[in-house]
C-alpha cells in the first residue's frame, strides 16, 4: 500500500518502516479521518473568510449570506 504514496522509493520504505512498527503518519491518520458529514453533503461552507458555516435547514444563510444553494454550486 506504501507504494501508491509516493514515486520516490526511499519515501515507500520509510511508510511501510513506519507501519509494521505502528508510528502513525499523515497517511494513516488521513486513511482513518472520517469525512464531515455535514461537508460530504455539500452544506459546510468555505467560500468567504467569516467561515466555515454549516448550513442544515433549508432557508439558512451563512455569515455572509450565502445560501444553500450557492454553497452547493
Do not use: Y
Amino acid at each position: 500500500m506504501a507504494q501508491a504514496r509516493s514515486i520516490d522509493p526511499a519515501v515507500c520504505e520509510i511508510l511501510e518502516l513506519a507501519e509494521t512498527q505502528g508510528i502513525k503518519t499523515s497517511f494513516s491518520r488521513a486513511d482513518e479521518m472520517k469525512p464531515c458529514p455535514i461537508g460530504s453533503d455539500g452544506r459546510c461552507c468555505k467560500n468567504c473568510a467569516m467561515g466555515p458555516c454549516r448550513l442544515v435547514k433549508p432557508g439558512q444563510v451563512g455569515i455572509c449570506g450565502a445560501t444553500l444553494e450557492t454553497v452547493a454550486a
